[in-house]
């Protein structure tokens, strides 16, 4: 088995700790989504016969699926908690293949080894606007 080590940036972090029963209620994986991943890189997966994905927020990226969490650690070694990474956070990560019933269409899946935090771009949730309050509501 072909391991590539590629640079990118993590999206969606949160589910890569979390179930995303967003749009199919039957997921039963957690998600690792990279992005910007340069043209390079791009080479090396795609010589693993992973299709690549590509929209004009993250540029080229991949979705890599697993039955258990992602465990993304600093250059040292210790791990990082998932909640407080941000969009943009720059990450090196191990990546192989693995074929699936529908490779042939879609190309092989990338399956993530390890993801290294290189620069951490901190989440912070949108602070929710709070208008239109009268003195009733104060107590």
């Known amino acids: 088995m072909s391991v590539v080590k590629i640079k990118g940036e993590l999206f969606w972090a949160k589910w890569m700790k979390?179930?995303?029963?967003?749009?199919n209620d039957k997921n039963d994986r957690f998600e690792a989504v990279v992005g910007n991943i340069s043209d390079a890189d791009?080479?090396?997966?795609?010589?693993?016969?992973?299709k690549m994905k590509h929209k004009d927020s993250q540029g080229f990226f991949i979705t890599a699926k697993s039955k258990y969490e992602f465990t993304p650690v600093t250059p040292a070694g210790?791990?990082?908690?998932i909640s407080v990474i941000g969009n943009g956070t720059k990450v090196?990560?191990?990546v192989s293949s693995y074929t699936h019933a529908m490779s042939k269409m879609h190309g092989n899946a990338p399956s993530i080894k390890?993801?290294?935090?290189?620069?951490?771009e901190t989440y912070e949730p949108e602070a929710v606007a709070v208008?239109?309050?009268?003195?009733?509501?104060?107590?």
């Open 42 to 50: 791009v080479k090396k997966l795609e010589s693993l016969g992973i």
């Open 18 to 23: 979390e179930i995303n029963t967003k749009f």
């Open 131 to 139: 208008t239109d309050i009268d003195d009733d509501d104060i107590l």
């Open 92 to 94: 090196e990560v191990d």
């Open 78 to 81: 210790e791990k990082v908690d």
């Open 114 to 120: 390890k993801i290294t935090v290189t620069q951490l």
